[in-house]
């Protein structure tokens, strides 16, 4: 019962995670309409990473048993808003580093479709997807840093989006509360990889809060 009350409680916060990728995009639209530069501040190494961070819950929730639709389903939804965020940082950019990045999640994310149909894995194969949580973990660190030292740089917010931070925080606290209704031996991956998460992106959200504070100082007038 637990178990099913704080999937759906996750699953519904997981929601604020779609409305801040979708305030993402619209973000870098109007921004690439205004002040094209400011689209620069965006880390396609964060973003890429961060949609292997959704990937890999999303074949885990495919590869356990029984099928996780809490996690499957919600992390399907972020897969494809950050595929279109990829995408649309690659239309600005037009470099093989952001066209690559976005080939490999669509091919992952075509992929993960077809691993449904030869689901549940195999105890071998359900060993890979704990890999696989374990080197995005330490791919979202290394992508989330290096968003945090892009602001550092450039002191300048540009176009990242406060809501998709917070969204990202609340999804990640909740998703840690639905992986301790698990069995710890099939949910620490989970645990691991949100746990990063919190870390990270809350350090990337206080970096832009200090940035937002210090431009507020700054075009106050003198009196």
């Given at each position: 019962m637990l178990y099913h009350l704080?999937?759906?409680?996750?699953?519904?916060?997981?929601?604020?995670?779609?409305?801040?990728?979708?305030?993402?995009?619209?973000?870098?639209?109007?921004?690439?309409?205004?002040?094209e530069e400011?689209?620069?501040?965006?880390?396609?190494?964060?973003?890429?990473?961060?949609?292997?961070?959704?990937y890999a819950m999303f074949i885990f929730g495919i590869g356990v048993e029984?099928?996780?639709?809490?996690?499957?389903?919600t992390r399907c939804g972020a897969c494809l808003l950050t595929l279109v965020i990829l995408v649309r940082i690659w239309r600005l950019r037009r470099t093989s580093s952001a066209a690559g990045v976005s080939l490999l999640a669509a091919a992952a994310l075509v992929g993960g479709?077809?691993?449904?149909?030869f689901r549940p894995f195999p105890a071998l194969a359900q060993l890979g997807a704990n890999t696989l949580m374990l080197l995005v973990t330490v791919i979202l660190i290394q992508g989330t840093l290096h968003q945090w030292l892009l602001l550092r740089?450039?002191?300048?917010?540009?176009?990242?989006?406060?809501?998709?931070?917070?969204?990202?925080?609340?999804?990640?606290?909740?998703?840690?509360?639905?992986?301790?209704?698990m069995p710890f031996a099939q949910a620490w991956p989970l645990l691991v990889l949100n746990g990063?998460?919190?870390?990270?992106?809350?350090?990337?959200?206080?970096?832009?809060?200090?940035?937002?504070?210090?431009?507020?100082?700054?075009?106050?007038?003198?009196?």
């Open positions: 704080l999937g759906l409680l996750s699953s519904a916060i997981f929601i604020f995670t779609w409305v801040g990728l979708l305030a993402q995009i619209r973000r870098i639209s109007q921004q690439q309409l205004k002040v400011d689209n620069h501040s965006l880390s396609l190494n964060q973003f890429g990473s961060s949609f292997f961070a959704f029984p099928f996780n639709h809490y996690l499957v389903w479709f077809i691993s449904m149909g740089r450039r002191q300048h917010i540009g176009s990242l989006s406060f809501g998709l931070f917070y969204g990202i925080l609340a999804k990640d606290i909740s998703t840690l509360l639905f992986g301790l209704t990063a998460s919190v870390i990270t992106r809350g350090a990337v959200l206080l970096q832009m809060k200090h940035l937002q504070s210090k431009q507020s100082i700054s075009a106050t007038p003198l009196k």
